[in-house]
């Protein structure tokens, strides 16, 4: 059956733990808590937990003095969609600015291409048309050829002229500060952030449904589990049977750690290349 819901889920994990059979010494607070950690981790390293945005932020007359952008007003993104919160029942749009998991690239207002008759990108885009379409000598036959060696060499004039801008952001002061010359970015310009923000289940319930984060979930509740046990370890039960907490520990550890192994190998969104 598929798990549609934030409860579901935790009910799912109990059972797979050994509830209704055994009693699982986890209060729903505890649970509760558990899961948001299980799924900041999934947001963070886990590829189908989060997607790459852009965002289009204009630059205002108090960014310009502060020297930073705050990351809390940049809005939605480009193209956000309606989606219904299935706990709530609310509308809103994703992703939003309180999304944003890392920020990846800063693009200056330079950076947009050209529509200035005489610009140099414009006039060299209008000059790979027609050469790709009348062959540079008035035949419509285009060398595929000439207009590869065109394209990359207009992407080699602009990694050489427009190359990204140099930043600092960290989620915890949400605050992300260009390293460039502030008086260049006039208020009223605009810039393009490119990040990456988180995948809510609760706007995405086919999410529930992750092998690997049910996995990790169980191991956290196993250890939350062992950890309310610890205080009982060694005191004997009726028919002589005693608690081992411990050994309940050191499993649920070692779950997480095959886990948390596996999420950073195979299912962590690849490290983009550094050229230069």
Same mark, same amino acid.
């Given at each position: 059956m598929?798990?549609?819901?934030r409860?579901?889920f935790?009910?799912?994990? /109990? ?5 209704p ?7 729903? @607070?505890?649970?509760e808590?558990?899961? #948001?950690?299980?799924? @900041?981790?999934?947001?963070e390293?886990?590829f189908?937990?989060? %997607?790459?945005?852009q965002?289009?932020?204009p630059?205002g007359?108090?960014a310009?003095?502060n ?17 219904t ?6 509308t809103?749009?994703?992703p939003?600015a309180? #999304? ?10 330079s ?7 005489f610009?140099?990108r ?5 000059f790979?048309f027609?050469g790709?379409? /009348? ?10 050829a ?14 050489? /002229?427009n190359y990204?801008?140099?930043?600092t ?5 949400n605050?992300?500060f260009?390293?460039? %010359?502030?008086?260049?970015? @006039?208020?009223?310009?605009y810039?393009?952030i ?10 995405y319930?086919k ?5 690997? /984060?049910k996995?990790?979930?169980?191991a956290?509740?196993k250890? %939350? ?7 009982f370890s ?32 195979v299912? @962590?969104n ?7």
């Amino acid at each position: 059956m598929p798990i549609s819901t934030r409860q579901e889920f935790i009910d799912y994990t /109990f059972r797979k733990l050994g509830a209704p059979v055994i009693q699982i010494n986890v209060d729903p @607070e505890q649970a509760e808590d558990r899961l #948001d950690e299980s799924l @900041e981790y999934m947001q963070e390293r886990h590829f189908d937990f989060n %997607q790459r945005a852009q965002f289009v932020v204009p630059i205002g007359a108090t960014a310009s003095v502060n020297q930073y952008l705050d990351v809390s007003t940049f809005g939605y993104a480009v193209g956000a969609q309606a989606v219904t919160s299935a706990s709530t029942g609310v509308t809103g749009f994703w992703p939003a600015a309180n #999304d944003i998991v890392s920020v990846t690239k800063v693009y200056s207002p330079s950076d947009q291409v050209g529509d200035y008759m005489f610009d140099l990108r414009y006039q060299m885009t209008l000059f790979d048309f027609f050469g790709l379409y /009348f062959n540079q000598g008035g035949l419509a036959q285009g060398p595929m050829a000439t207009y590869m060696e065109s394209m990359q060499y207009i992407s080699l004039i602009n990694d050489v /002229f427009n190359y990204p801008v140099s930043y600092t952001y960290t989620k915890s002061t949400n605050r992300l500060f260009l390293e460039t %010359q502030w008086s260049d970015l @006039e208020a009223g310009n605009y810039v393009m952030i490119e990040a990456y923000v988180k995948v809510d289940p609760d706007y995405y319930p086919k999410a529930w449904d992750d092998r690997i /984060f049910k996995r990790h979930y169980a191991a956290l509740l196993k250890k %939350q589990w062992a950890q309310n046990l610890l205080k009982f370890s060694g005191m004997p039960l009726p028919g002589g049977a005693q608690l081992n907490a411990p050994a309940i520990m050191q499993e649920a550890v070692r779950e997480l750690a095959e886990i948390e192994q596996m999420l950073t190998k195979v299912y @962590e969104n690849p490290i983009d290349p550094m050229i230069g």
